[in-house]
């Protein structure tokens, strides 16, 4: 596993002036991400100085090198909600049965709900409706349907940083039969005090394995007295019931260590959100030696690659828990 050599692969002199939105950008970091028509896709949160949040499209023949639309992404019914959004952002983006699903946090009176929105082109969104009753962030759909039900991993916010915003101790799974309406069925992970990951959400779609379905979270320390250290994991999730978690890593797969990871607008962050697995079999499993390109935000202000396999990623979530 290694960083790609070309980091940060995306800074804020790569946003162009989209006016009179965003101008002069001062970040852009937590993408989603998708191949789409042989080409890599990510949805990313960019901000302005006003510190709104607006999100952008980029493109790449190589996943490495990204060119940023020149246009803002309009989510098409968004308007039509009552209460005042403040922000969506955090979006992850899913391919389900050919179809293509974007989930994203949305910052509201009274708290953050999920939105979900579909796409069959990737430049125009519709939304679908708000995917939440409670406070809740890092919601995730399956790429596909697992006993006729629509699957999502969410994180609802019952705790707070010690001086940040609401997050949360548990991954859950939900499931649901219009991808709006979700039922929370089981408790997934929960966060392991005084050690790498004591706060937790989902970072990008799960991927299935021959092994399971593996998942990339991040988890956060916050029993260091002047930061939140982000950092990225590994879990694995039972194939037919993905409610049995049948393996968590030990130790981060990804941690703040370089310059533009430990300083920003966020310091000491990496958050993963988005992944290109590249190969599959026949029958759609992950191939064991197929790469993975793992983005990132790093410190709330750029983006970073992050390149793992798939035999990497399952040999980390293998390894012994902590007691
Ligand atoms: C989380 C979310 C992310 C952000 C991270 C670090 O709570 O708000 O969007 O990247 O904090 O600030």
């Avoid at 042989?38 to 999100?55: D, G, V």
């Avoid at 399956?142 to 010690?162: C, Q, T, V, W």
């Avoid at 993963?272 to 064991?288: H, I, L, N, T």
Wanted: net charge negative; aromatic share 10%.
């Amino acid at each position: 596993m290694h960083r790609h050599s070309k980091n940060p692969i995306l800074t804020r002199e790569d946003i162009p002036d989209i006016h009179p939105h965003l101008v002069d950008a001062t970040s852009v970091f937590n993408p989603g991400a998708i191949k789409f028509n042989n080409k890599y896709l990510l949805i990313l949160r960019t901000q302005a100085r006003s510190r709104e949040t607006f999100l952008v499209m980029a493109d790449s023949d190589d996943g490495v090198d990204f060119k940023v639309r020149n246009e803002l992404v309009q989510i098409n019914g968004l308007e039509k909600v009552k209460d005042r959004v403040f922000h969506i952002y955090d979006a992850r983006l899913t391919c389900i049965g050919g179809k293509y699903y974007v989930m994203f946090a949305m910052d509201m009176e009274g708290g953050c709900q999920m939105g979900v929105a579909e796409t069959v082109d990737c430049q125009e969104f519709n939304f679908l409706g708000i995917a939440s009753n409670e406070d809740i962030r890092n919601g995730v759909l399956f790429p596909e349907m697992i006993n006729g039900k629509y699957m999502r991993l969410d994180r609802p916010n019952k705790a707070r940083h010690s001086d940040g915003p609401s997050s949360g101790t548990t991954i859950w799974l939900s499931e649901s039969d219009d991808l709006v309406n979700w039922e929370p069925t089981a408790p997934l992970i929960s966060g392991r005090f005084h050690y790498w990951d004591e706060f937790i959400g989902s970072g990008p779609p799960p991927v299935k394995t021959r092994e399971g379905w593996l998942h990339v979270y991040h988890g956060v320390a916050g029993h260091f007295g002047s930061s939140n250290i982000y950092q990225g994991g590994v879990m694995l999730m039972d194939l037919n019931d993905p409610s049995k978690v049948i393996g968590r890593c030990r130790h981060n797969i990804l941690e703040p260590r370089e310059i533009w990871e430990m300083a920003g607008q966020v310091p000491n962050v990496c958050f993963p959100s988005g992944w290109v697995v590249e190969e599959f079999d026949d029958e759609g499993f992950a191939k064991a030696d197929s790469e993975v390109k793992i983005y990132y935000g790093a410190a709330d202000s750029v983006v970073g690659l992050y390149i793992s396999t798939i035999r990497e990623l399952l040999e980390a979530a293998r390894e012994p828990e902590i007691i």
